[in-house]
Nanobody, 125 residues
Framework: QVQLVESGGGLVQAGGSLRLSCAASGRTFNTYAMAWFRQAPGKEREVVADINWSGSNTDYADSVKGRFTISRSNAKSTVYLQMNSLKAEDTAVYYC??????????????????WGQGTQVTVSS
């Protein structure tokens, strides 16, 4: 069992930055691939980025490439999402997720084993 708790969301102006954190409980964090998803009002949930167990492999949605960076600290059982050059269209609830396998570009929410509760990110234009 893995419990995930996100933090770091908030209100930011367009062009600004935020860093999301996701703290995991349990001793098996370093065996899971991790991902960030987001869901905007009226839209389906979409994957933003994912990272393998060691942090050596990452993958990003085209819409965030070059602006967002996913990373992890297995020592702290935490995964991060650094978001720079934020746009109004990045406004969404962001969810942390754990998967038993790193899937890269094929990642979808159907593979997720555990979800966090979500954190709101609002970008004002």
């Amino acid at each position: 069992q893995v419990q995930l708790v996100e933090s770091g969301g908030g209100l930011v102006q367009a062009g600004g930055s935020l860093r999301l954190s996701c703290a995991a409980s349990g001793r098996t964090f370093n065996t899971y691939a991790m991902a960030w998803f987001r869901q905007a009002p009226g839209k389906e949930r979409e994957v933003v980025a994912d990272i393998n167990w060691s942090g050596s492999n990452t993958d990003y949605a085209d819409s965030v490439k070059g602006r967002f960076t996913i990373s992890r600290s297995n020592a702290k059982s935490t995964v991060y999402l650094q978001m720079n050059s934020l746009k109004a269209e990045d406004t969404a609830v962001y969810y942390c997720a754990a998967d038993r396998v790193f899937r890269g570009a094929t990642m979808t929410d159907s593979f997720v084993a555990y979800w966090g509760q979500g954190t709101q990110v609002t970008v004002s234009s």
